[in-house]
């Protein structure tokens, strides 16, 4: 469909340079997910795959396209739900004299289409543009980030994510914070919600060359508050078939095989609450992908 | 009166000199007074001319002194394209580019030099710059064994070699790097400490 035109745009920023086959790299990344509900009136258990491909030029820029398959498994009495997504980014890094350090300028355009027979979730399009930088010494990271998701049914959600990040320890640890600030349209649409605030945290340290259990890195996340039909600029993903998100915390370990592929593996449990059942239930997951690079 | 005359006499040289100074003289005696914006500028009349990609290559090298990264990078390849042939081009732009830590691109250049000259020393080293940034651990180490073999007597190359082995968790073939550093560089500071673990 409209995949050309979105290519077109995001290799726009390359128009006039010479191309060599040698200054780009590719990075591949498959990935499964599965959860179970706990306390839900509804739903049962989650699963999911996908797969993303990278393409960068150099330090110019680069693209990247996700695809996803989820499934929602729900009680008796309601209807599971079928989910694909696509996901397209790209991303123009400049250093403008001007400027010290990088500037990244990037446009991130997401589309989910699923069965729900009510079309609340279903037919979902965002477009999330984004400026960051990154210092010279590439230990401070702040970013601005926007989403504008459209929604069947009368709801359209504007997110607003300012970001911070840090290095700490001479680079062996990052901690970024993400606040999610997120108005809808619709507040009827929304689990009664008019606006939610969101506040995520994570944390990564990197092992030396003899991590535990061979670990290159391990991470740790947690997200207070809370949100609703979130987009996520670091999962590249749209929180579309959720209900209000009140909470999270999840722990990552990640193992290099070789030079040039990987291993994450991401434990998690999540807080939920469907205002409409006046139902508060959890979700335990896990996440493994594999990665590969060019 | 004699001493209008005089003076009028002591100015000539220095007038006649001044009216004779090339626009390459005059840009070398502004950088050597630091006035590097200007030194760039009294190249204008020549960036056109047979010497052109000199010319550019000087205004990249002119910008580097300022800072003006970008700017640098730009001169060069403009220097680039009006001499494709140009090594000195590719060296320069590196500079720059890394200043700037664009690794892939330094890299990119440093391996356009070695395809044209194959063991270039200064392109050699500043792929090493590269690969250790980029954290490539396992290129880095073949890398600078073979770069230490084309240049036995060279330190820098194992140093890059240590650092890698270290960074691989080789203790033992890291040391041993460090140990042929301090042959050739016996107060080599980081090998030393290395060593002494």
Redesign the interface.
């Known amino acids: 469909m409209k995949m050309n035109a979105l290519f077109a745009l995001a290799c726009a920023g390359f128009s006039g340079q010479v191309l ?1 086959v ?2 780009w ?1 590719l990075n591949g990344e498959m990935n499964a997910s599965g959860g179970t509900y706990s306390g839900s009136q509804l739903r049962d258990r989650v699963s999911g795959y996908g797969a993303t491909l990278s393409a960068d030029y ?3 820029g680069g693209l990247t396209l996700g695809l996803s398959r989820s499934f929602v498994k729900m009680k008796p009495g309601s209807n599971d739900i079928k989910q694909s997504s696509v996901f397209t980014s790209g991303r123009m890094h400049l ?3 001007s400027l010290p350090g ?1 500037l990244t300028l990037r446009l991130d355009l997401h589309k989910v289409d699923n069965d729900d027979v009510s079309r609340d979730t279903d037919e979902v399009s965002a477009y999330a543009p984004q400026v960051a930088w990154l210092s ?1 010494d ?1 230990q401070t990271y702040m970013d601005l980030g926007y989403a504008k998701s459209r929604y069947q049914n009368n709801l359209k959600v504007t997110q607003y994510t300012p970001t911070f990040g840090k290095g700490l320890n001479d680079g062996a640890d990052w901690m970024q914070f993400r606040a999610y600030l997120i108005d809808m349209s619709n507040a009827a649409r929304a689990q009664g919600k008019s606006a939610t605030f969101a506040l995520e945290s994570k944390w990564t340290h990197w092992f ?3 991590g535990p259990i061979g670990l290159d890195n391990v991470r740790a996340g947690l997200l207070l508050g809370s949100r609703v039909y979130a987009v996520d600029p670091d999962g590249g993903s749209v929180s579309n078939l959720a209900d209000s998100q009140r909470g999270d915390f999840n722990v990552a370990g990640e193992w290099k095989l ?2 040039s592929s990987s291993i994450l593996a991401i434990l998690g449990h999540g807080r939920f609450r469907n205002a409409t059942l006046s139902n508060d239930y959890t979700l335990n997951y896990g996440y493994v992908s594999w990665s590969g690079k060019w | 009166m004699k001493r209008t005359i005089l003076l009028a006499l002591l100015a000539f040289p220095l007038t006649s000199l001044a009216a004779e100074e090339s626009a390459w003289q005059k840009s070398y005696r502004l950088e050597y007074q630091q006035k590097f914006s200007e030194a760039a500028i009294a190249l204008n009349p020549v960036d056109n001319g047979r010497d052109a990609d000199l010319a550019l290559m000087r205004k990249g090298w002119l910008a580097y002194q300022r ?5 640098a990078v730009e001169m060069y390849q403009k220097a680039l394209e009006k001499n494709p042939a140009s090594l000195e081009a590719r060296q320069g732009v590196m500079l720059p580019l890394m200043a ?6 330094v890299a ?1 250049y440093a ?1 356009k030099v070695i395809a044209d000259s194959a063991w270039d020393y200064t392109a050699h080293t500043r792929l090493l710059v590269a690969e250790e940034a980029m954290r ?4 880095l180490a073949a890398h600078a064994e073979r770069l230490s073999e084309h240049y036995p007597g060279d330190a820098t190359a194992l140093v890059y070699l240590a650092r890698a082995h ?4 080789n203790g033992k073939e890291a040391k041993d790097a460090y140990n042929r550093v301090l042959a050739r560089y016996p107060g080599h500071i980081e090998a030393s400490q290395y060593v002494a673990k």
């Open positions: 060599a040698g200054d790299s150099l330090e110019r250093t403008p004299d990088r010279p590439r030396g060359p003899k070789g030079q | 800072a003006r990264y970008g700017e700037q830590q664009r690794w892939r691109e990119s391996r490539d651990w396992a290129t270290a960074w691989m968790g």
